[in-house]
């Protein structure tokens, strides 16, 4: 073994680390590096009995001048050179696999005479009989080609995938490109939610000359608010309805599901909202007992299969109980239809029923055990186009005795939002507030081909929907807390220069979700849809919801929301406003080109639509070619 070893780079040096332990005659010395010869010998097909000879033959070997016919042969047999894999692993087969197996079994055979140890004995036959029975089922199996090809080491690489998001985010990312938030992103929420001075220091990293750079011009002439005042009365210009309006913060919790979201994560967001006088939406999975519990002001998402509101016709299909809606409407301040959220527009959704517990039963209205799975349809059933959509509204104002009800889209099709508007106007019934969710907005789950390429953006989409009702008098243009319908803007959420933006492209009230999510400890570590959150936010394992306290992370979204709100103020006061109904769309610059920054209103020419000039007739070219091909059935 020590003359073998001898022709290999390798094995000296593990002699020699063994040499610094063990006498120089030790019999494991030999014993390991002949095993180890014995591995390399089978990858590198060379030969065990003289390998000099082999070397000394290359040296004696003639020089030839090179024919056509030999650089062909070289060209044929370019595949035999690395391909970029260190050879040990490139020359691993089944075959390999075998001879070192051998080896180790040979190894346990003999060690106990060797050592006289009964746990090296032991754990040499350990590590054997878990090299076979891997390798065996490797090369069994036939889902894997890689495992199949290289029993044992294949395996290295699906570890490696596994851990690769760990290693990314941890040692290789830089503090500005990660998605869908950048580390520095994720280190404001985790600041202002633990109470610690989010300051910078040293100036911007940002490349303010970059296109798609944005900014506010500041005022010479400062003002000062109260960030206590600043609340959205939602409802309460539609007395003749409304006679339940809410008093709503200027950012509030998005719609996470019970389900989606575990139960201590429930109860930490609902007492943090109690705690900084905020609202919490409930998600389309229904009014749980968390939600209760915590005390927060919600807003009750109403889906597709009407959890908590809803019950099973004859046929199997999931319909609206008004009488089950009126008795859980006293747990909500207000009441949100949702057609479409950003993440996965006009997909449904499906939770399997392994994942449904008794209390999400409860929540949902679904017997328990359940023995399908639960299933959103892509659309409602209560109603079919605008018209029925207006009347279905006014059923649950009356059911919830005058509480404000909106609904939640992300805008899709610009006609069919036009013929919804239409129908407002004919039937002279609206919705209290609207919900414009952009396509960046998350989820736990949904197809990647709708999360990354269906649904209208949040700045196209928030811009398009305030300039249609501002153009049809639905929407004040200078003062929108003078409007009929209030807008609220969700998606990506977390700065207040992310709210002031909102506010300036016509958003009254901005709620987020994933921001949320890190103040409650969220990692970003993208296992949502995989029941093996970390942070035991997004699953339904107990042994991993256990680590999260509710009553200590109640006070850190409370912080983080109180701080971002505060944040959003000091802006408007640096810009001289003096309320968020008074930003404009002007006050936002961007950069679009070399040299070249134009403000928002100039970017999108509909934002400057002038109140109810689309019902003359009048108004940007872009929102009247729309509006006047679109009827209130469509």
């Known amino acids: 073994g020590r003359q073998i070893a001898t022709h290999y780079c390798t094995i000296p040096r593990i002699e020699f680390w063994l040499s610094s332990y063990l006498p120089q005659d030790s019999p494991i010395i030999t014993i390991t590096i002949t095993i180890m010869a014995m591995m390399q010998a089978a990858t590198r097909k060379v030969s065990l009995i003289c390998p000099k000879t082999r070397l000394n033959a290359q040296i004696l070997r003639p020089l030839s001048i090179k024919t056509a016919d030999d650089k062909e042969s070289e060209q044929v047999n370019i595949r035999s050179h690395s ?117 910078m220091a040293f100036g911007t990293r940002r490349d303010v000359n970059a296109i798609g750079y ?87 998402n109403i889906g597709t299969a009407y959890f908590g509101c809803g019950k099973f016709s004859d046929g199997g299909v999931r319909v609206f109980d008004p009488d089950l809606f009126a008795e859980n409407s006293v747990h909500a301040k207000m009441m949100e239809i949702k057609l479409s959220q950003g993440a996965k527009p006009a997909h449904g959704g499906m939770l399997p029923k392994e994942k449904i517990s008794p209390t999400i039963a409860k929540a949902r209205n679904l017997e328990f055990p359940v023995l399908e799975d639960c299933h959103s349809p892509a659309r409602h059933n209560a109603f079919s186009n605008p018209t029925e959509m207006c009347h279905f509204m006014q059923q649950l104002r009356t059911l919830s005795n005058g509480k404000p009800v909106g609904i939640k889209l992300c805008l899709g099709q610009p006609e069919e939002f036009c013929s919804m508007v239409k129908a407002f106007l004919e039937t002279g019934i609206h919705p209290d507030f609207i919900t414009v969710d952009g396509a960046e907005g998350g989820t736990g789950a949904a197809p990647p081909e709708f999360s990354n390429s269906v649904g209208t953006p949040l700045v196209e989409g928030l811009t398009f929907v305030h300039s249609l009702l501002v153009g049809v008098g639905l929407r004040h243009q200078t003062d929108k807390s003078k409007s009929k319908i209030a807008l609220i803007a969700s998606g990506k959420v977390l700065t207040g220069f992310s709210m002031y933006k909102n506010f300036a492209l016509g958003a009254d009230v901005c709620n987020a979700a994933r921001s949320f999510l890190f103040s409650l400890g969220c990692i970003q570590a993208l296992k949502c849809n995989t029941n093996t959150c970390p942070t035991g936010i997004t699953t339904q394992d107990p042994e991993l919801s256990w680590g999260l306290d509710p009553q200590y992370k109640q006070v850190r979204v409370a912080n983080f929301q109180r701080a971002s709100v505060e944040s959003c103020v000091e802006l408007m006061e640096a810009t001289g406003r003096t309320s968020w109904a008074t930003i404009q769309p002007h006050h936002v610059l961007r950069r679009v080109g070399l040299g070249i920054s134009k403000p928002y209103d100039e970017i999108f020419d509909h934002l400057q639509v002038k109140q109810g000039e689309l019902l003359e007739a009048k108004g940007p070219k872009s929102l009247l070619r729309v509006w006047h091909n679109t009827t209130s059935q469509k």
């Open 83 to 199: 391909a970029g894999l260190p050879q040990f692993l490139e020359n691993w087969t089944r075959s390999t696999f075998r001879q070192v197996g051998y080896g180790l079994v040979a190894l346990s055979t003999v060690s106990f005479p060797i050592f006289h140890e009964i746990f090296v004995t032991s754990t040499l036959t350990a590590l054997t009989g878990a090299y076979w029975y891997v390798g065996l089922r490797d090369i069994r199996q036939h889902q894997q080609t890689i495992r199949r090809n290289f029993p044992v080491l294949g395996n290295v690489r699906y570890l490696l995938e596994m851990i690769r998001p760990e290693i990314r985010q941890y040692f290789v990312e830089s503090d500005d490109e990660a998605v869908p938030f950048d580390r520095n992103h994720r280190v404001i929420a985790y600041q202002r939610s633990k109470g610690v001075n989010a300051t």
């Open 214 to 300: 944005e900014w506010v011009n500041h005022s010479l002439y400062p003002t000062k608010i109260d960030a206590k005042e600043q609340r959205v009365l939602i409802g309460g210009n539609n007395p003749q309805w409304c006679t339940q309006p809410y008093s709503s913060s200027l950012l509030n919790i998005s719609a996470m599901s019970y389900g989606a979201l575990s139960d201590r994560a429930i109860l930490a967001l609902s007492a943090g909202a109690k705690l900084g006088k905020f609202s919490h939406n409930t998600g389309e999975g229904g009014i749980s007992d968390f939600h209760k519990a915590g005390g927060a002001d919600l807003i009750w």
